[in-house]
């Protein structure tokens, strides 16, 4: 398995809803991220797992909150977010650092806050 | 701000032609990579190079990397639709598990 697949695919959340995204990956990495990105614009980092602690937090707001329950899965819990919050949020994961082979991405979450 | 400047920001060329497209970054890394995002869906990894490296190919990609002028190149031969994308790069942050990604390149490829 070669994935790192994300649920759902689209997500449509009002202001006061609390939801979550999932991520999940096979292939034995050790790293899980968490990126956001706008239209036309690059990824941003949010959150890196490394052995399934929170390694970096790139001064998110706390209405986002992540969860690593294990080596497999990357979770982001959503809460009362605000309509700039409507993004693409993708997982990836990566062997070490990813000085390697890289990051293994997910198709992403296309979320809509209303 | 590490993140890098990619250009151009968009590039149009017939199916056949060569694409090129540059990235420029402002510290020093271990390596670079490229990647490929098609309609706003997941990244695809293409291609690594490591500071000690000047030259990669691999199908019809070629990367070059000049650590001296900070930037490097990808280059894409005889291209097709299929290559229709948008290419970023991203470089590492050293000593941490964090990748900077660039502006990208929005590419299209006509038929």
């Known amino acids: 398995d070669t994935e790192v697949t994300q649920t759902p695919k689209h997500l449509v959340m009002g202001m006061t809803n609390k939801k979550s995204l999932k991520c999940e990956q096979h292939?034995?990495?050790?790293?899980m991220y968490w990126y956001k990105q706008k239209a036309k614009k690059p990824p941003e980092l949010m959150f890196v797992?490394?052995?399934?602690?929170?390694?970096i937090n790139e001064s998110v707001p706390s209405r986002f909150s992540p969860e690593c329950p294990n080596s497999s899965l990357l979770n982001l819990h959503l809460h009362a977010l605000q309509p700039e919050d409507s993004a693409l949020y993708l997982c990836a994961s990566s062997q070490d650092r990813g000085q390697l082979y890289g990051y293994t991405f997910g198709s992403g979450t296309r979320l809509t806050v209303v | 701000s590490q993140q890098g400047e990619e250009d151009p920001q968009a590039l149009s060329i017939q199916e056949g032609e060569n694409a090129t497209m540059n990235c420029s970054y402002k510290?020093?890394?271990?390596?670079l990579q490229w990647y490929r995002q098609n309609s706003g869906r997941g990244l695809v990894h293409l291609i690594l190079?490591?500071?000690?490296?000047r030259e990669k190919h691999s199908g019809r990609l070629r990367v070059t990397l000049d650590t001296s002028k900070k930037s490097s190149s990808l280059l894409i031969t005889a291209s097709r639709a299929a290559d229709t994308a948008s290419y970023f790069c991203a470089t590492d942050v050293t000593g941490t598990y964090k990748y900077i990604f660039g502006t990208g390149t929005r590419l299209k490829v006509l038929a």
């Open positions: 292939m034995g990495h050790r790293a």
């Open positions: 797992y490394s052995y399934e602690k929170l390694s």
């Open positions: 510290t020093s890394i271990n390596n």
């Open positions: 190079i490591r500071s000690n490296e």
